[in-house]
């Protein structure tokens, strides 16, 4: 059933708020603020309670499991645009375990006949573009783009380029891309398997650490011809027997595989090793089952030297070293 929400319901809408928020943080962590205080909790009841807007909800079996918040926007005629009155999707939740069951479809069916019966001619939304599935199910149910806001990074730290890829450091924004890498179980078979949220926000933390104590650590690869990041590749402090030595490591996702780019990043690492920070040798540290990684670094000018174990989530992985001097 679809209905206008009351104010009983405030409690549960809020729930499925919580769950819009925690999707955009995970998005746009350098834009969206975690957690989902006593100041977001009231917007809710301020929509309610307000004459400029309204609350639609879905409710299965006597609970809520979905929402919709709108507002009635009048916008008046200037010099350069035509009075308008937008009905304006605000935030719009669906329960997670009731997904792809068509709630989100009946809830905007609810929406347009509302828009149409207070006088509206369309709804409008906002919706960021990392956010693929929400895209296309908005297009699915009759909507189109008619603008679109465009971003353009002036603060990147390029720390090398190639003819086809630029490396950079990772920002809080990097951190959709980089789950795309460290939670693909086929990706990570040499990490004992894909990485959980906490643990991609660890990595990508630690990298920020790298960078403002060492100078360096593993940066995003960017292509340059789409602007997407496809892998990391840098260069870290790691501990062998004996010394601690400077690693080039590498991973790319998946379909970004066996096309050159990880050998490019490497040689573009080794050069910036050598010829920057003036390092007498590089090293790669690789797991003796990752074939692909150990002909990467053979690509390097990489040879094979001595083997050691390391310990990593309980279990005993032999690493092979490999290393190239600066000649």
Not at 202 to 207: G, H, V
Request: glycine letters at 8%; charged letters at 30%.
């Amino acid at each position: 059933m679809i209905r206008f929400a009351e104010e009983k319901d405030l409690e549960r809408i809020n729930e499925l708020r919580r769950q819009v928020n925690d999707m955009h943080v995970k998005g746009r962590p350098d834009i969206f603020k975690p957690g989902f205080g006593r100041e977001m909790q009231d917007l809710a009841r301020e929509i309610l309670e307000g004459e400029e807007g309204n609350i639609i909800v879905a409710e299965q079996d006597g609970s809520i499991c979905g929402m919709v918040c709108v507002s009635y926007i009048t916008k008046p005629e200037s010099p350069y645009n035509l009075g308008r009155k937008i009905y304006h999707v605000e935030e719009i939740a669906v329960d997670e375990g009731v997904r792809r069951q068509g709630v989100g479809t009946e809830l905007l069916e609810f929406m347009k006949r509302d828009a149409k019966e207070r006088g509206f001619d369309r709804i409008e939304l906002d919706v960021w573009e990392f956010n693929k599935s929400a895209i296309g199910f908005y297009e699915k149910n009759g909507f189109v783009m008619f603008r679109r806001f465009m971003e353009c990074r002036v603060s990147d730290k390029i720390f090398a380029e190639t003819e086809r890829l630029r490396l950079r450091q990772m920002e809080p924004a990097d951190y959709g891309d980089l789950c795309k890498i460290l939670k693909d179980e086929e990706v990570m078979y040499a990490y004992e398997g894909a990485f959980s949220d906490e643990e991609v926000r660890s990595w990508l933390d630690k990298q920020f650490v790298r960078y403002k104590e060492d100078g360096f650590g593993l940066f995003a690869v960017i292509l340059k011809e789409t602007g997407e990041m496809i892998g990391q590749c840098g260069l870290t402090l790691q501990d062998i027997p004996g010394r601690q030595v400077l690693e080039i490591g590498y991973l790319f996702q998946k379909r970004y595989w066996h096309q050159g780019y990880a050998t490019e990043a490497a040689k573009a690492c080794k050069e910036y090793a050598f010829t920057v920070l003036k390092a007498d040798e590089v090293f790669s540290i690789i797991r003796d089952s990752n074939i692909a990684s150990q002909n990467v670094a053979k690509r390097n000018g990489m040879t094979q030297g001595g083997t050691f174990i390391k310990h990593y989530r309980g279990v005993d992985m032999p690493h092979y070293i490999f290393s190239v001097k600066n000649q």
